[in-house]
Nanobody, 126 residues
């Protein structure tokens, strides 16, 4: 089992930056593949970025590639999402997700994950 707590969300102007953190506790963090998802009102939940257990493989949605960076520090049991050049369309609740899979695979479907954080609100003003 693992528990996830997101932090770092808030209000930022377009063009600004935020760094989201996801603190994990429970079973060995390094054994989990991780992902960041976001959901805006009236829209489907989408995978923004994903990372495998070791951090050696990553995925980014087309809408965020080049602007967002997913990383993990297994020694600190923490997942990060660095968000640069933020746009109003990035406004959403951002969720951290985990699944116990130690492989080279990354997972982009929400049904692939069985552990979720509470979410943190990111609002980008124009």
């Amino acid at each position: 089992q693992v528990q996830l707590v997101e932090s770092g969300g808030g209000l930022v102007q377009a063009g600004g930056s935020l760094r989201l953190s996801c603190a994990a506790s429970g079973r060995t963090f390094s054994a989990y593949a991780m992902g960041w998802f976001r959901q805006a009102p009236g829209r489907e939940r989408e995978c923004v970025a994903a990372i495998n257990w070791s951090g050696g493989f990553t995925y980014y949605a087309d809408s965020v590639t080049g602007r967002f960076t997913i990383s993990r520090d297994n020694a600190k049991n923490t997942l990060y999402l660095q968000m640069n050049s933020l746009k109003p369309e990035d406004t959403a609740v951002y969720y951290c997700a985990a699944v116990y899979r130690r492989s080279s695979s990354v997972y982009t479907a929400d049904h692939d994950y069985n552990y979720w954080g509470q979410g943190t609100q990111v609002t980008v003003s124009s």
